[in-house]
């Protein structure tokens, strides 16, 4: 009878754990989800307001191809997705070129840039630029295609487990060798995604037997589904002077006494539901410099939109931050940020944190 009690208990301690475990997973891949605002909210940001000599556009190349001809991005054009391309139970977030738009059925089978989760931050694995190009085949595979002046290169490669890097199923590079006098296309092969010819099998070939390779390749791209960033719900916040009266209607908050230092529009891409304007105040702060504030909200409305944005009266952001906001999306999840200044130019940003 203690023998059966004994295994009960452990059966019953088992499934406790289980469950407890599927749960954390189920609440850190949401987590992971939402950690990818940041990186997304800088992506629209970028496009909104594309300047080809922005400080970032280096760090945007992998856009940089698509405003070549045109001198512009549109929010239309570029979407992303978030899935888990690992079957590690954390997303990947992946950009792309929508080439099919229909609103929240659009497609793209061109990727520009994919991030992972590494030490719980989102990093960037890799992205297209220089000429060098990605395509969805599927199943967490990308065809490659590039030219590195000295080779033509084409490959197919993926993640690791984990997500932190690149992994190549097969990496190819060409180039015309001499061969007892007379020039061979050599084929050149490796599993290291580098050009290096002594760690690659070599083949002569015929053209058109590296264009069977080729296409072998390329048949298998196909098209992911994308969400076009201009679906995407981003606040903007702006100096009232800035926006040089772009705005004719809008909602108001106004300090019950005094002067207000500034005056800022709070302006949704799209209607938010639920919006708060919160005044923060420093409570007290743990090792890892974690803030913990005492909240006031100073204003609420149930909903703003694009078209008339909310104009609030703010006393000037100081070291600690000591204003906030949230608002809820149209698919029910809660955005909150910080609002502060930027300490290179002074211009108003929103920083996302769970105040």
Same mark, same amino acid.
């Given at each position: 009878?203690?023998?059966?009690?004994?295994?009960?208990?452990?059966?019953?301690?088992? #499934?406790? &754990?289980?469950?407890?475990?599927?749960?954390?997973?189920?609440?850190?891949?949401?987590?992971?989800?939402?950690?990818?605002?940041?990186?997304?909210?800088?992506?629209?940001?970028?496009?909104?307001?594309?300047?080809?000599?922005?400080?970032?556009?280096?760090?945007?190349?992998?856009?940089?191809?698509?405003?070549?001809?045109?001198?512009? &991005?549109?929010?239309?054009?570029?979407?992303?997705?978030?899935?888990?391309?690992?079957?590690?139970?954390? =997303?990947?977030?992946? $950009?792309?070129?929508?080439?099919?738009?229909?609103?929240?059925?659009?497609?793209? !089978?061109?990727?520009?840039?994919?991030?992972?989760?590494?030490?719980?931050?989102?990093?960037?694995?890799?992205?297209?630029? @220089?000429?060098?190009?990605?395509?969805?085949?599927?199943?967490?595979? $990308?065809?490659?295609?590039?030219?590195?002046?000295?080779?033509?290169?084409?490959?197919?490669?993926?993640?690791?487990?984990?997500?932190?890097?690149?992994?190549? @199923?097969?990496?190819?590079?060409?180039?015309?060798?001499?061969?007892?006098?007379?020039?061979?296309?050599?084929?050149?092969?490796? !599993?290291?995604?580098?050009?290096?010819?002594?760690?690659?099998?070599?083949?002569?070939?015929?053209?058109?037997? #590296?264009?069977?390779?080729?296409?072998?390749?390329?048949?298998?791209?196909? =098209?992911?589904?994308?969400?076009?960033?201009?679906?995407?719900?981003?606040?903007?916040?702006?100096?009232?002077?800035?926006? !040089?009266?772009? #705005?004719?209607?809008?909602?108001?908050?106004? &300090?019950?006494?005094?002067? %207000?230092?500034?005056?800022?529009?709070?302006? %949704?891409?799209?209607?938010?539901?639920?919006?708060?304007?919160?005044?923060?105040? $420093?409570?007290?702060?743990?090792?890892?410099?974690?803030?913990?504030? @005492?909240?006031?909200?100073?204003?609420?409305? !149930?909903?703003?939109? %694009?078209?008339?944005?909310? &104009?609030?009266?703010?006393?000037? #952001?100081?070291?600690? %931050?000591?204003?906030?906001?949230?608002?809820?999306?149209?698919?029910?999840?809660?955005?909150?940020?910080?609002?502060?200044?930027?300490?290179?130019?002074?211009?108003?940003?929103?920083?996302?944190? @769970?105040?």
């Amino acid at each position: 009878m203690k023998k059966f009690i004994l295994t009960f208990l452990i059966l019953v301690f088992a #499934f406790f &754990l289980c469950t407890n475990v599927y749960a954390a997973t189920d609440d850190e891949s949401e987590d992971y989800a939402d950690s990818y605002d940041t990186v997304i909210d800088d992506y629209y940001d970028y496009v909104a307001t594309y300047n080809s000599k922005s400080s970032k556009a280096e760090r945007y190349k992998c856009l940089a191809e698509m405003a070549l001809f045109s001198g512009k &991005l549109n929010l239309k054009d570029i979407g992303y997705t978030i899935e888990d391309i690992t079957g590690d139970d954390i =997303p990947e977030l992946i $950009f792309g070129k929508v080439d099919k738009y229909d609103g929240e059925n659009s497609t793209g !089978k061109h990727v520009r840039a994919v991030y992972s989760i590494v030490k719980g931050e989102p990093k960037l694995i890799f992205q297209s630029k @220089d000429g060098n190009s990605y395509s969805n085949i599927g199943e967490g595979k $990308f065809a490659y295609s590039g030219n590195s002046g000295k080779y033509q290169t084409f490959g197919v490669c993926g993640l690791t487990e984990s997500g932190n890097k690149r992994k190549w @199923d097969n990496f190819y590079f060409i180039k015309t060798k001499k061969v007892y006098g007379y020039y061979r296309t050599i084929l050149f092969n490796n !599993k290291t995604g580098k050009t290096d010819e002594k760690a690659s099998k070599e083949k002569t070939i015929r053209d058109t037997e #590296f264009t069977k390779v080729w296409k072998k390749v390329f048949d298998r791209v196909k =098209p992911m589904k994308m969400t076009p960033l201009n679906l995407y719900t981003r606040m903007s916040v702006y100096y009232k002077e800035d926006v !040089k009266g772009k #705005f004719k209607n809008y909602k108001k908050y106004e &300090l019950e006494s005094g002067e %207000p230092e500034a005056r800022v529009f709070f302006v %949704p891409s799209k209607t938010v539901k639920n919006f708060k304007l919160i005044g923060l105040t $420093f409570k007290s702060s743990d090792d890892e410099g974690n803030i913990v504030y @005492d909240q006031n909200v100073l204003y609420q409305t !149930k909903t703003l939109t %694009p078209k008339k944005p909310l &104009l609030a009266d703010v006393h000037m #952001f100081g070291t600690i %931050p000591n204003l906030g906001i949230s608002y809820v999306d149209d698919s029910g999840r809660t955005h909150k940020y910080i609002v502060h200044q930027s300490g290179e130019d002074g211009s108003l940003l929103l920083t996302k944190e @769970d105040f």
